[in-house]
């Protein structure tokens, strides 16, 4: 017998090894419904189901057999069709409720704090994910969501990013504070190395300013000028490429280019990207 689509899966014969979440959404009982998320995993890999009570069930997508868990993980991050206004306080999880499926649970929820957290784990190790989810409430803690965001907060206040630097964490991981603390060492570290990189850029472009701009000037000499209604006259399209251009090239080579180079396309003053040009340094007299 035919199974019925809009069976939820989690009442189906064929789901009955996979790992289903499930959760109602909305808290207004006029459009309330129920939701749910399945992961199937069998010889040639793993596929991921999401069914409502509104649409019935369908396949979302696929990932062939030499998939492990963390690049299923990992593909659902990739992915904006797999969250929905599912509820983690009516979440009901069936099957092994390992840090896996928990990472699943925070994606499946549409909610960009637990997208960030999810983000945020997958840079530890899986020994202190699985340490994490060990604890109370596990990765669904809001104390975890709330850590993640402070220090998004604090790691954007420094110029650095949580996930752009290794984070030596202490194991075994016994309470979000230990791993806390090994999070805002890092980025402290990761923040004073960026501002000593800076300092020796600075220090490494110092000499070449007043050059830089000659070669600007001469170079937008005999180019349009831009004008808008309200504003004054504004510098031609590709001048702040070439300013950008130059800052990295004497940086890089502690001299100023000779030739023709071709500057890369970039993005102009506003924003908006502009192509990709030449310039004779010869002719505009660079030295």
């Known amino acids: 017998m035919e199974t019925d689509n809009y069976a939820p899966l989690s009442e189906r014969p064929n789901f009955s090894h996979a ?10 009982p006029m459009v309330a419904g129920d ?10 890999g793993f596929t991921v189901w999401a069914w409502d009570d509104d649409w019935g069930a369908q396949a979302i997508f696929s990932l062939p057999a030499e998939s492990t868990w963390r690049m299923l993980v990992e593909a ?23 840090p896996v499926a928990q990472l699943i649970a925070l994606l499946w929820t549409d909610d960009g704090e637990h997208r960030s957290t999810v983000e945020w784990l997958l840079e530890l190790p899986d020994v202190a994910i699985e340490q994490l989810a060990a604890l109370r409430r596990g990765l669904l803690a809001p104390a975890l969501r709330r850590m993640v ?12 990013m949580l996930g752009d630097f290794p984070l030596v964490v202490p194991l075994p991981l016994k309470s979000l504070s230990a791993l806390e603390k090994a999070a805002r060492q890092a ?19 110092s000499p070449f300013q007043a050059a830089i701009a000659v070669i600007v000037q001469r170079w937008a000499a005999d180019k349009p000028r831009r004008r808008y209604p309200g504003s004054g006259y504004l510098p031609p399209v590709g001048q ?3 300013q950008r251009y130059l800052q990295q090239y004497v940086t890089t080579h502690q001299c100023l280019p000779h030739g023709v180079h071709t500057i890369p396309a970039g993005a102009d003053l506003f924003n908006h990207s502009g192509r990709s040009f030449e310039v004779d340094f010869d002719r505009l007299g660079a030295r």
């Open 35 to 44: 939701c749910e998320l399945a992961v199937q995993q069998h010889r040639d």
């Open 240 to 242: 702040a490429q070439l």
């Open 187 to 205: 980025f402290t570290v990761a923040a004073e190395r960026e501002r000593a990189t800076q300092m020796l850029a600075e220090q490494a472009l």
């Open 76 to 98: 659902m991050l990739e992915r904006d069709d797999i969250a929905t206004a599912a509820s983690l306080a009516r979440l009901t999880i069936i099957g092994e409720c390992s």
């Open 19 to 28: 790992l289903i979440f499930r959760s109602g959404y909305s808290a207004n």
């Open 149 to 160: 965001r402070q220090l998004n907060d604090e790691a954007d206040a420094l110029g650095v």
